[in-house]
């Protein structure tokens, strides 16, 4: 299995862009999850889907980012506009129902915003 | 008070020391345990999960739950050069098989020197 793949890797934008980062989950897992990690707050769960359906998006830090799951092997997380402190790691994961407790991390995808 | 606390180090000791990791934490629900390793740009890694108080071993590895001070730790035994990473503590309520976000410390910064 490939694992969770995650793109882009890095992206460079400026303050003001639309931002969108993908992830497509390991295959049979119906649950995903989108983290973020910085020096200053480690790593926080910003939202995370159940057999698609968005179960908990208190994390999100603003009405600027957003997130979708068309379909149980893709989605999306969107940030518009883009501002310099959304500059982290994201992470995407996926777990498999009565699966062991593992949630499987992705590479990340390195967002700077300048 | 962050809900889950850990010393972000970083933490230097001697290869073939034992090495001790904590994190405490303040929501009494949590019930569910797990340690994660996190290589430098790289996602992290699921290394041990507990459930509840109690101690589990695996290989130089021994995770420790002690919830009546709200208190978790990781030791390694025979460190070596390879376990030079970030481990992370992770936490959530116990959910009966649904998928839960969980809640990470910052994560503590470990360097095995050789």
């Known amino acids: 299995d490939a694992g969770v793949i995650q793109s882009p890797r890095h992206e460079v934008t400026e303050m003001g862009q639309e931002v969108t980062l993908r992830c497509k989950p390991i295959s049979g897992h119906n649950s995903l999850f989108w983290y973020r990690q910085t020096m200053m707050r480690g790593l926080e769960l910003l939202i995370y889907f159940n057999n698609n359906v968005p179960i908990d998006d208190s994390g999100m830090p603003e009405d600027r980012f957003s997130a979708k799951m068309p379909n149980a092997s893709f989605s999306t997380l969107k940030i518009q506009p883009s501002e310099p402190r959304d500059s982290a790691v994201y992470f995407c994961?996926?777990?498999?129902?009565?699966?062991?407790?593992?949630?499987?991390f992705g590479p990340g995808t390195r967002l700077t915003v300048t | 008070q962050k809900e889950v606390e850990q010393d972000p180090g970083p933490l230097s000791v001697p290869e073939g020391a034992i090495v001790s990791l904590n994190c405490t934490y303040s929501n009494s629900a949590f019930q569910y345990f797990m340690w994660y390793r996190q290589y430098s740009r790289k996602g992290p890694e699921l290394l041990m999960y507990t459930y509840s108080s109690g101690n589990k071993e695996d290989g130089r590895f021994t995770a420790q739950v002690d919830k009546s001070s709200k208190y978790i730790s990781l030791f390694i035994r025979d460190s070596q050069p390879s376990d030079s990473a970030t481990y992370l503590c992770a936490m959530s309520p116990y959910s009966g098989g649904g998928a839960d976000g969980l809640t990470f410390g910052k994560g503590t910064h470990l360097i095995i020197q050789p």
């Open positions: 994961a996926s777990w498999i129902a009565g699966g062991p407790h593992e949630q499987y």
